[in-house]
């Protein structure tokens, strides 16, 4: 509904609003956080909330500039849409309510509910001060969700503080519903936090009417002897779980050869000592990506194998490891990789010599390989930040394939500056 208003549009600005539109989309863009940009990086959902919070605070500033700014940056502002705490809830919930009784800002305004593309929930429910009681924060955020009819992606990163148990307090199912609002446009559906989560069999339901969903992250999903419900193998192209439960007896979904599988990637969260062995026996052939965010090395070996056996096509692969040095390398050195054109790895503890060497491996026994990039910010710094070495250079500059660092950078290019960084404070 249209906002009658009390205010009129302002004056269309001397510069065309395109222009206009083009600095305000440089000044508070983030990358890979939105639709189709988000398929690429979904698992780093979460690590994006602190640069969402800074463009946040941009877009604030933009809109109070005057009035023709704060018409033209409306829609910036509300695309993604941050619940950080009770107040947060609060604010956004009376303004759609004000849009949708016609009060809104302008008059023919729209209300904004219907440019956001993305909302992330990382409040905790149980601090009273910022929240108020719980079931009217419940309450406001079905009001809130069921009023973004577009949204395209919904996180739920709330912490496990309601109960004694992580998943103690399951997700009421006035929120469940209101999701199914954005039915026809949502895509991405994260459950990264420990708590507030559906019970199986609401979840389930929900899935069936999500027909368009294509990444789905959470903590448990139960899956009938062995296959995953047919509804939502149609569209689903990543799948992100700390639990497969594989219950005999659930109600079955039929033969998978008669299934239309979509899924192309499995982000795996859990322990190597509960790795989903089933899962990579039935689904192993349609996968092309596999991230292992793992505890527990000793057990990595036997995943690697199974890889091996019964992912034919997988192209891209990311695993973790606690460390990587020369004690590490005898170990390291029996693994047999898939063939692989991209291999992400994310490391506790790293050295120059350990990498090498790594890399000396990875060029013998993965010919297929093209890109091998370091992943974790921290290590990578390290590495930049000691001191100089010719032959390490050298060798790295031999290595067939690119090496890059955390941001996509090619990791010779960062060594190269810091090398001549190093010798000019000389």
């Avoid at 941009?58 to 695309?79: E, G, N």
């Amino acid at each position: 509904m249209a906002a009658k208003g009390s205010h009129q549009l302002p004056h269309p600005p001397r510069f065309p609003v395109e222009v206009w539109q083009n600095i305000f989309e440089l000044a508070t863009e983030v990358p890979y956080t939105l639709v189709p940009e988000l398929y690429e990086k979904s698992d780093r959902i979460r690590d994006q909330h602190s640069a969402l919070e800074a463009a946040l605070a941009t877009k604030r500033s933009l809109v109070l500039v005057c009035k023709q700014w704060q018409h033209m940056t409306m829609c910036y502002l509300y695309r993604i849409a941050l619940i950080r705490t009770g107040l947060n809830l609060l604010a956004l919930d009376h303004t759609l309510q004000n849009y949708s009784a016609g009060n809104g800002i302008f008059v023919g305004t729209p209300s904004p509910g219907h440019w956001t593309q993305r909302l992330d929930i990382t409040m905790d429910l149980s601090d009273e001060f910022k929240c108020g009681e719980l079931d009217r924060c419940v309450k406001r955020l079905a009001d809130v969700i069921g009023s973004l009819p577009k949204l395209e992606i919904v996180s739920f990163a709330i912490p496990a503080s309601l109960g004694l148990e992580p998943a103690a307090v399951i997700m009421p199912f006035r929120v469940l519903d209101a999701l199914r609002c954005s039915a026809n446009s949502l895509r991405i559906l994260d459950w990264s936090g420990s708590d507030f989560f559906p019970q199986i069999h609401q979840l389930e339901e929900l899935l069936r009417d999500l027909p368009y969903l294509r990444v789905l992250r959470c903590s448990n999903l139960v899956w009938a002897n062995g296959i995953i419900p047919r509804s939502i193998l149609s569209s689903l192209t990543t799948l992100a779980v700390e639990h497969l439960v594989e219950r005999v007896g659930h109600p079955g979904e039929g033969d998978l050869r008669d299934a239309c599988v979509s899924l192309k990637e499995f982000i795996y969260y859990g322990m190597f000592y509960y790795f989903p062995r089933g899962f990579f026996i039935r689904y192993g052939a349609y996968l092309t990506s596999v991230k292992l965010y793992c505890a527990g090395s000793r057990w990595f070996r036997e995943a690697l194998d199974l890889l091996n056996e019964y992912c034919p096509n997988l192209d891209r692969f990311t695993f973790c490891l606690e460390s990587l040095f020369s004690l590490d390398l005898p170990r390291v050195e029996t693994w047999s990789f898939p063939r692989l054109s991209y291999l992400e790895v994310k490391l506790g503890a790293l050295d120059f010599y350990g990498l090498f060497q790594f890399l000396a491996h990875l060029r013998n026994k993965v010919p297929t390989l093209r890109v091998f990039q370091l992943i974790c910010p921290r290590v990578v710094e390290k590495l930049l930040n000691g001191p100089p070495r010719a032959s390490a250079l050298k060798d790295l500059n031999e290595i067939p394939f690119r090496v890059e660092d955390d941001q996509g950078n090619l990791l010779l290019d960062r060594l190269l500056g810091g090398e001549n960084d190093h010798f000019g404070k000389w």
